[in-house]
């Protein structure tokens, strides 16, 4: 018997082998094929209930076993796990594909689409409908059939051409390579980063000194600690002018092209821009209201940015005699600053932060909030034994969900920390179906003699992870497809982060932040310097992140036929953001591989975007008491439980009463 085959409603991990992954894909998507070919074959006339919705509930086994594989594949995986997922995935986009270009189920959706208006359908049904539509609009199924051919061409075009780009700056940062047998040029880096120079030269057969590169692990510690000047303005502009020298591996002419191709793409579609062609489908909703965004934080930020630029070179300058701070200084002096201002490191926080504490003290936040309360289980199947599982009920003692946390690294699990769902949430046939969430970090381990002790970062990790988790708990929705976390891209970050302000509050901390020793709670002033070392140079790094949203906006949100110096029109985008002097070397376009090969073209901004909807959100906890029950409430039924149903902006202003302000996010990093 194959256990992904049969019905299950708890993953059945102990009983699955690997190789009952294979068969249960086929079968799964051979009977997801069959139950849309009952739909396109319907005789009935197309309605929201026979093509909509029963479109929205095929395929749930299908459903079901992948999100088993893949969470799998990201935190106990194995050769043999990744060779099937090798062997899946071309078929799983095929299938995709296959219902993305099913001309007859577009035709009958579109016909309910077309008459949306006189179905009397509710406003999550209009929001599923459109989102329906959308998937295949957007892809070109209304265009004629010459019009559809060019718009494949451009995507096959593109698609190789982001293809090419991150080749190009990858093969720019292997070929970097700066061999220092002077041990003085090493003089300031921790002894750490100097035998990972000393290793990493042997590996590359070099019988003696040290081997410098562009990747990060090398660049970043070098450029903040090493004292040597010069060598830190070679490794600078080597960065800086990756793929922009004029050579075979310069992206210039490729940047150019994927402008213009999306461009293209975006005119096809009836959008004036790519721009407008991807907000259509974000709160922020068009490239106006991006660029007003943009351009009132940067006014508001740059006083403060100009303000700590002037002091960090005021300092530069008192240390050592340079007569301006250049691009490849900043990292190195602000260093030095940091460790004036606030000598504040891991190991005093540590003892106040056992894992257990910190889990006990996001569950009681949780229970304050929004009356939940974790009970932890032992008969929930697992795929390791590291693996805690909870039942998390509501205060009436309704099950909400089941919640499995799995804390630390191991060989098998990926980096890094996040949420995920091994099933979501929805309503059917009169019953609410209740999520299993998952939260997968790495977390530093407990010794022999120590428990898990996390550092202040593995606590606001914790606390954002668990947001991310809330999210797809209180899911409260009719379609699985809009429930939790499947929200717009520039929304997705508000639970999450939002969670992250309970970690510096007095108020939330002494419920958990315990000495593991003697109970003792974390003293006050260490909370304060947590705080202001969590805003030394915001307005700098504000300012950068604006330039860097600005730089895509140009790129995108206007007609690019017209641009054919990539270096000048880089400069011009960044007027009015910059503090350090300009090297005619260095280009951010070319090698700004978020926008030209990864899926960020027109959302850079978001991440500040996110962080203003949180401290917004959050300044509202602030004012009526940060575990004021009306509030916590008013975010759980208008934000939490409602997930993609209705547009962001929307459920927020039901929140909040207004429209986020930015004024929130420079008040808590102290620019005004
Ligand atoms: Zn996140």
């Not at 660049?219 to 004292?227: E, L, R």
């Not at 922009?244 to 213009?260: M, P, R, S, T, Y």
């Not at 005619?584 to 978020?594: R, Y």
Request: glycine share 6%; hydrophobic share 35%; with cysteine.
């Amino acid at each position: 018997m194959n256990p992904l085959l049969e019905k299950f409603d708890l993953a059945p991990f102990s009983k699955i082998k690997n190789e009952h992954f294979k068969p249960a894909f086929l079968k799964a998507m051979k009977d997801a094929r069959n139950e849309i070919d009952a739909i396109t074959s319907n005789s009935e006339e197309p309605s929201f209930k026979n093509t909509i919705e029963a479109l929205e509930f095929s395929g749930q086994q299908l459903d079901r076993v992948s999100s088993v594989f893949f969470n799998l594949n990201s935190a106990e995986t194995n050769e043999e796990i990744q060779k099937i997922a090798q062997e899946i995935s071309p078929l799983l986009a095929e299938f995709g594909n296959d219902i993305t270009l099913n001309e007859e189920l577009f035709k009958r959706i579109k016909s309910v689409y077309e008459k949306k208006n006189s179905q009397s359908l509710s406003i999550e049904q209009l929001t599923l409908l459109d989102k329906r539509y959308k998937s295949f609009s957007r892809n070109g199924a209304n265009l004629s059939e010459d019009k559809k051919k060019r718009l494949r061409e451009i995507d096959a075009a593109a698609s190789k051409l982001k293809l090419k780009f991150g080749e190009n700056i990858l093969a720019e940062t292997n070929k970097y390579q700066k061999h220092i047998t002077k041990a003085s040029d090493l003089d300031g880096l921790p002894d750490g980063a100097k035998e990972a120079a000393a290793q990493l030269a042997r590996s590359k057969g070099k019988d003696s000194g040290w081997l410098l590169t562009l990747d990060y692990p090398s660049y970043i510690p070098f450029m903040k600690y090493a004292d040597n000047r010069e060598l830190r303005k070679e490794l600078s502009l080597a960065f800086g002018s990756k793929s922009f020298k004029g050579d075979e591996l310069d992206n210039q002419d490729i940047v150019l092209q994927i402008a213009n191709l999306r461009y293209e793409r975006a005119n096809l579609l009836g959008y004036a821009t790519h721009a407008h062609f991807v907000l259509e489908e974000r709160m922020a909703q068009n490239p106006e209201k991006v660029h007003s965004f943009l351009n009132e934080l940067l006014e508001k930020a740059k006083p403060a940015a100009e303000r700590e630029f002037r002091q960090l070179e005021d300092f530069a300058k008192k240390l050592e005699t340079i007569d301006r701070l250049e691009k490849w200084d900043g990292s190195y002096y602000s260093e030095k600053l940091k460790q004036k201002l606030f000598s504040l490191d891991d190991e005093q926080l540590k003892p106040y932060f056992k894992l257990e504490n910190v889990i006990d003290g996001v569950f009681i936040v949780a229970e304050k909030l929004f009356g939940l309360q974790f009970e932890e289980v032992f008969d929930i199947d697992t795929y390791h034994k590291e693996v805690k599982t909870y039942r998390v009920y509501d205060s009436d003692r309704n099950f909400i969900s089941i919640f499995y946390a799995d804390f630390h690294p191991r060989a098998g699990k990926r980096g890094g920390a996040w949420m995920t769902s091994f099933k979501s949430q929805w309503k059917k046939d009169g019953e609410n179906v209740r999520p299993h969430i998952s939260n997968v970090c790495n977390f530093t381990p407990s010794t022999d003699t120590k428990p898990s002790l996390l550092t202040f970062n593995e606590v606001t990790t914790l606390f954002h992870e668990f947001g991310h988790g809330l999210h797809g708990m209180l899911a409260d929705t009719t379609y699985p497809s809009l429930s939790g976390t499947a929200v717009y891209w520039d929304f997705v970050e508000l639970p999450s982060q939002v969670m992250e302000n309970w970690c510096y509050e007095k108020d939330a901390l002494e419920l958990f932040a315990k000495h593991y020793e003697t109970g003792q709670v974390i003293p006050m002033e260490l909370v304060e310097k947590i705080k202001e070392s969590a805003t030394f140079q915001e307005g700098m790094q504000t300012l950068r992140q604006l330039s860097f949203g600005l730089l895509d906006m140009s790129w995108h949100g206007a007609d690019p036929t017209k641009i054919t110096d990539v270096k000048a029109h880089e400069n011009k985008a960044f007027l009015g953001t910059n503090l350090y002097p300009e090297t005619p070397e260095t280009c951010m376009s070319t090698a700004f591989a978020h926008i030209f090969q990864g899926g960020y073209s027109s959302g850079y901004y978001s991440y500040k975007w996110a962080e203003v909807l949180d401290a917004d959100a959050f300044a509202y906890f602030k004012e009526k008491g940060i575990f004021n029950k009306e509030i916590a409430t008013k975010f759980k039924e208008h934000v939490l439980s409602k997930g993609g149903t209705e547009n962001p902006m929307v459920l927020y202003k039901r929140f909040r009463g207004a429209e986020p302000k930015v004024e929130a996010l420079l008040e808590r990093a102290g620019l005004i």
